[in-house]
């Protein structure tokens, strides 16, 4: 039975970690937080619930995972080591090389970063063909696509080893063939954030109603037609003549949304404040994400039932 680490147990640790116990792994969490430990632990059972209802194999179970504030025993025989750790690249490439100085030689070292480059994260690594991107969506549990990410100096055996491991997990591996930032997904989802925010901060729509459009409208069709299959569905025709005169009209500011930024500087940074875009009660934060699972987990079922494949 092979052995995982997942190092930073925060929004995505426990998820992931549940995932990897669930395919039967022997999975280790370690994080520099007590408060995150802890946390986890207590996340743990609902997210085997979430795994429950999404008719995710049991080959394993999440109350095996042992959690530690020790990296060296996180790590100790590790096939597999994930680290989640926050975006900063200077903490990423520290973390990777004290795992590297830990574990054996065969043990692949893959990075949860939502778009630094991997080439930058392995550079200095002893092993960088083992260094490998593993970007899973959040919540981790829910969301089925993980990126696999080659930097310059990752092997393919490595690739290889990835995408297979992530289709063991029930997941769907996708490979994105060139290191760009923020790799295919967060590319695509920060375009859409880039225009939403302009549209409401000219006052084009409400924020609720932008939502309401956005889920309704393209995020409905999208999770069952892709957007290159969209192209086909509407003609590349229609595309080319409306992609004529908007694509001039579109945001295409390379600064941070001035609105989103004075947020940022006054505190308001969504729910984890009580206030972001919209406002929200004390305890909303809890009810709200067990909705948005349920919600989320009902779509899963549905598309899987359709039994007709992938977008
Ligand atoms: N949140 C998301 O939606 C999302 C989605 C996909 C990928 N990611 C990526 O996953 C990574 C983690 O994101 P997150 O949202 O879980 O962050 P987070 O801030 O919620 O959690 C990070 C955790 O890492 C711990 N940590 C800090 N330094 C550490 C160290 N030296 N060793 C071990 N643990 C340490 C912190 O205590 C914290 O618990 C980031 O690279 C992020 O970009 C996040």
Excluded at 56 to 73: C, F, K, M
Excluded at 235 to 262: F, T
Aim: net charge negative; proline share 5%.
């Amino acid at each position: 039975m092979s052995i995982a680490a997942v190092i930073g147990l925060g929004t995505m640790g426990a998820g992931i970690a549940a995932v990897l116990a669930r395919s039967g792994m022997t999975v280790r969490g370690f994080d520099v937080s007590a408060g995150a430990i802890e946390a986890t632990r207590r996340k743990l059972p609902s997210i085997s619930g979430v795994l429950d209802d999404l008719g995710v194999p049991a080959r394993g179970s999440a109350s095996d995972i042992v959690l530690t504030d020790a990296l060296e025993d996180a790590v100790a025989g590790a096939d597999l080591v994930i680290e989640n750790v926050p975006e900063e690249i200077g903490l990423k490439r520290a973390v990777l090389a004290e795992v590297a100085g830990l574990v054996s030689g065969s043990c692949v070292l893959a990075s949860d970063t939502s778009g630094i480059p991997i080439s930058r994260l392995q550079e200095g690594l002893p092993s960088p063909e083992r260094v490998v991107g593993m970007h899973w969506s959040n919540p981790p549990h829910i969301i089925p696509v993980v990126e696999v990410v080659a930097g310059h100096g990752t092997s393919a055996a490595t690739v290889d080893w990835m995408m297979a491991t992530v289709r063991r997990l029930n997941l769907i591996p996708v490979r994105v063939k060139r290191d760009v930032p923020g790799f295919v997904e967060n590319r695509i989802l920060y375009a859409v954030m880039r225009e939403a925010l302009d549209l409401v901060e000219r006052g084009v729509v409400d924020a609720e109603d932008l939502d309401t459009c956005v889920s309704w409208g393209i995020g409905y069709k999208l999770s069952v037609v892709g957007p290159m299959s969209l192209l086909d569905m509407a003609g590349l025709d229609i595309y080319g003549s409306v992609a004529s005169y908007l694509n001039r009209d579109l945001c295409s500011r390379d600064d941070v949304s001035p609105w989103a930024e004075e947020k940022i500087a006054s505190g308001r940074l969504g729910l984890k404040t009580g206030e972001g875009i919209y406002a929200y009660h004390q305890d909303e934060a809890a009810s709200l994400g067990a909705a948005r699972a349920r919600r989320l987990v009902a779509v899963r079922r549905a598309l899987d039932a359709s039994g007709e494949g992938g977008p």
